[in-house]
């Protein structure tokens, strides 16, 4: 009877052990999914506004332009 209790014992122990080892592998890959989309998401972004930081400078010079070429001379 002991020895019956005792392998239980093992048993949930080892249940249990394994349990907790596959609730941390899921938090790992999800810590490592967000992870990498982060890496893949900021070089986009950097991109991106450095893109429209650019195009506001090209539509503000051609605005300039623009009105520098329709402004009566004196």
Same mark, same amino acid.
């Given at each position: 009877? #002991? &020895?019956e209790t005792n392998d239980f014992s093992i048993a949930l122990s080892n249940l249990l052990d394994t349990? @907790? *080892? /596959? #609730?941390?592998?899921?938090v790992d890959l /999800? =810590? !490592? @999914?967000v992870k990498a989309v982060v890496q893949i998401?900021?070089? /986009?972004? *950097? =991109?991106? %506004?450095?893109l429209v930081g650019s195009? !506001? &400078? =090209?539509v503000g010079q051609a605005l300039q332009s %623009? +009105? +520098?070429a329709i402004a009566p001379k004196k």
């Open positions: 009877m #002991a &020895n349990a @907790g *080892k /596959l #609730a941390q592998q899921q /999800l =810590t !490592s @999914g998401v900021e070089p /986009l972004a *950097k =991109t991106a %506004i450095d195009a !506001s &400078n =090209t %623009i +009105s +520098s």
